[in-house]
């Protein structure tokens, strides 16, 4: 094997490419991935420096803490392309920071900034011809730690690991998404973990997604835990909602996630001198406004998908169909601006593009 250093960073280069055998042009979302992770293991209570390997199975104990509690937390973030094959990266410090901030509720070791972003920029230069360039395609970044120390002792671990997998990927939802507003089910609650990228909180939504998709709904709205009369997240996605010409999206709290998408979002509307409310979003007025004609667009919004409008939204044995969408719409203008701004192919005024 083929070894190389870049800062403190080693490279080990795997023998072989799975490149050739890679579709691009028909990829789906984090199916197929490249031929190299970032290892950085947490040990004797520090972070050792990170490691570039070849991409394969881990060897873990049965007693790791991961399996038993879920202790574990992850990113999602973007490599893009331009037209003169530079590689660019979008709030990625953002991306950082959250991860900490998810760390500390978990009670997980903090990440140090140039271990990720060095990290990060070591890995994308060795895989850098995995980044997908088909219009709408990127490379899908998974930052994620989890507990590796064992011991059935309900208790944190005292050995983590940080990781990064990339995934070549297309565009993450395709044709009419029809959501179900949650009546039952909560995605999280006051004083809980829903603001952190917490592996289980995800867990928790598969049994009423799949309960939803049974009736012949894509997807969840996740209202408050307390009354389910607030609408708060589409999925794994914040959720923005147009009445009349305002777009309302609910603010961030310990049930919401702070997503990068959704604060984007906010300032390229405010640019484009669309009225903003960041307010609590009852699910009465959105019933009310899908019956008075005031409902013009619902959409999530998260790094996946940028902006993934909703065609249908059912309601107590309801369903409200929303307009179709024009060239006009909220959602179709915002994402071109926040896709122009990451691909390069707009001056970004918010300073928000970072050269991998
Ligand atoms: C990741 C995530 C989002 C979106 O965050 P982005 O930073 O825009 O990708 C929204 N809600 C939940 C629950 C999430 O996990």
């Not at 003169?84 to 140090?112: G, T």
């Not at 969408?325 to 928000?352: C, H, M, P, V």
């Amino acid at each position: 094997m083929e070894s190389s250093t870049k800062s403190q960073i080693t490279v080990e280069k795997s023998k072989t490419s799975k490149i050739d055998q890679v579709d691009f042009d028909n990829l789906a979302f984090g199916s197929v991935f490249s031929d190299h992770m970032l290892v950085c293991d947490y040990k004797n209570g520090a972070w050792e420096t990170p490691k570039v390997v070849p991409y394969g199975p881990l060897t873990l104990d049965p007693s790791s803490k991961i399996f038993h509690y879920g202790q574990s937390i992850f990113e999602g973030m973007k490599a893009y392309k331009d037209t003169e094959e530079k590689v660019w990266l979008f709030r990625p410090l953002d991306n950082h920071k959250r991860l900490n901030i998810s760390a500390k509720r978990m009670a997980i070791p903090e990440i140090p900034e140039n271990f990720f972003m060095e990290g990060l920029k070591t890995l994308l230069k060795v895989d850098e011809n995995w980044i997908p360039t088909k219009d709408g395609s990127s490379l899908y970044i998974r930052p994620f730690i989890f507990a590796s120390g064992q011991g059935f002792h309900a208790s944190p671990a005292n050995e983590y690991k940080f990781m990064i997998c990339l995934a070549p990927s297309g565009s993450y939802f395709s044709g009419k998404v029809k959501v179900l507003i949650e009546e039952t089910y909560s995605r999280s609650a006051n004083g809980g973990v829903g603001f952190a990228k917490a592996g289980g909180n995800y867990a928790g939504q598969f049994y009423p997604t799949q309960l939803a998709v049974e009736k012949g709904y894509n997807q969840v709205i996740w209202t408050d835990d307390n009354t389910h009369e607030y609408i708060e997240e589409a999925g794994a996605m914040n959720i923005f909602v147009r009445i009349n010409d305002t777009l309302i999206t609910g603010p961030t709290s310990d049930r919401i996630l702070d997503g990068i998408t959704r604060k984007s979002i906010i300032q390229i509307a405010e640019d484009e001198n669309i009225k903003v409310e960041v307010r609590k979003i009852t699910v009465k007025e959105v019933v009310e406004a899908a019956k008075n004609g005031s409902l013009k667009e619902m959409f999530g919004a998260g790094t996946a998908a940028v902006i993934s409008p909703i065609s249908t939204f059912g309601h107590k044995n309801t369903d409200y169909d929303l307009p179709e969408l024009t060239d006009k719409s909220y959602s179709s203008t915002l994402k071109k601006r926040i896709t122009d701004i990451q691909y390069n192919r707009a001056e970004d005024k918010f300073g928000w593009r970072h050269e991998a």
